[in-house]
């Protein structure tokens, strides 16, 4: 079990991140959660295999179409046993 937390700067607020960041998740497998924060970034956790994480987060550093992802910093995090994917607001 992987776990890791990134943010991801760039436009990505308004363009529906949070939703491509849901489906991409539950298409591979991979619990979390996704939310905006104030600052207009995006904030993520995921949880699963290691190659579902992985492929994850690189779907998230190429975002939907009407983004754009400057950057995505991720790190790891504690497992918190997650069975599920959600949008936070």
Known sequence: MTARRAVVH??????????????????????????????GTVETVAEGDERAVGEYLARLSRGPSGSRVDQVVVEEAASEGLSAFEVRR
């Open 10 to 39: 760039g436009r990505v607020q308004g363009v529906g991140f949070r939703w491509f960041a849901e489906r991409n998740a539950r298409s591979l497998g991979v619990a979390g959660w996704v939310r905006n924060r104030p600052d």
